[in-house]
Each structure stands twice: as C-alpha cells, then as structure tokens.
C-alpha cells in the first residue's frame, strides 16, 4: 500500500516509460488481487493513484493505457469503493481524452453500472454519464466532434517533469534522487 502511494511522489520524475511502467504494475495488482475481497483497499489505491498520476501523462498512448489498464478494470471490482473511485476517476480526468474517445471507450464501460446493485455506484455512474454525455453532445453541437484532449501543463516548479531533462540523468539525479527516497521513507 505504501508503494502505491510513494508512485504520487515519484510521478513529477518518472519519463513516460517509467509511468507506462507503473501502469502495467497497477494492473498486475489489481488483476492478482481481484477474487481477494480483503484486498479491496489496494485496487482502490491503486486507482485513486493512477487519478493522481493522471496529470503526469503526456502522450496519448499513455492516456489510453491509463484508461485500459486501470480505470476500466475498477469498474467491474467487486468492491464498492472501487468502482466509485473509478468512475470518478473518469469524470474528473474526461479532459485528458477527446469526445470520440469519451464517446466510443469510457461511456460504453459506464453504462452497466446504472444497474448495479448498490445505489451509491448508480448515482455516482449516472451522475458521470450524465456530465460526460452532455460533454460529447456540447462538442458535436460546436463541430468540434472530434476534439483534441486538453493540452497538459506542467508548471516550472514540477522540476522533473516527464519532459524534463531530469529524467535523463543530466547531473541532478542526487537531488531528486535524495527527494525520492525520504518521499518513500515518510
């Protein structure tokens, strides 16, 4: 659980690699631990980091794996908490994908959960479907169907962005490096 939560510390210093990398780890855990209910808590942590890591990822490839290997597996968890946490995971990070991509790969998983059988996951995904569609509707009405995600800024104090040269070990390493650790040691 601690490590899932140090990924929010390391984001700001990870290229794209890496966080395609911790992707792929978050959903080896969530997959391993699916049939385990007392394990409910790390898929949980592992989507709501991937919620936070969300604003490091720059190429759309990542964007997508993002949503395939994290967000779309939470929402058929067993766990409650889970999906919730996913669907507004989904809700809160819908600028990150154009209406195309909210329209064909986020609404189609969304819309099983109107059924489900407990009434927060319901209102939750019904509240989200709603916000999403009239957000596809609104750039089909403006012929801007097939807009492109929001551009992602990283303000110069993230030093070590994934497009930073920090990520290439250009001098700089023992600094963040040292930041690194007391981040996973706190």
């Known amino acids: 659980e601690e490590t899932i939560k140090a990924m929010v510390s390391l984001a700001p210093v990870l290229n794209a690699a890496n966080l395609g990398r ?6 080896r855990l969530m997959l391993t631990t699916k049939d385990q209910p007392d394990c409910a808590f790390l898929r949980e942590n592992c989507v709501i980091c991937a919620q936070h890591i969300a604003t490091y990822i720059h190429a759309a490839g990542l964007q997508m794996q993002l ?34 991509q909210i329209a064909h790969q986020i609404l189609p998983p969304l ?46 104090g993230d030093a070590g962005s994934a497009t930073s040269d920090n990520t290439k070990g250009t001098g700089v390493v023992g600094s963040w490096g040292r930041w690194a650790m007391s981040a996973v040691s706190s």
């Open 22 to 27: 911790v992707l792929q780890q978050f959903n």
């Open 67 to 100: 949503l395939k290997l994290c967000w779309i597996p939470a929402l058929s968890d067993a766990g409650t908490r889970c999906k919730i946490r996913a669907v507004t995971a989904l809700r809160d990070a819908s600028s990150l994908y154009s209406a195309d």
């Open 111 to 156: 819309s099983p959960l109107l059924v489900a059988a407990d009434n927060d996951v319901r209102n939750t995904a019904s509240e989200t479907l709603r916000a999403l569609v009239a957000e596809v509707t609104a750039a089909a009405n403006n012929g801007t169907n097939a807009r492109e995600p929001d551009p992602i800024t990283v303000t110069p």
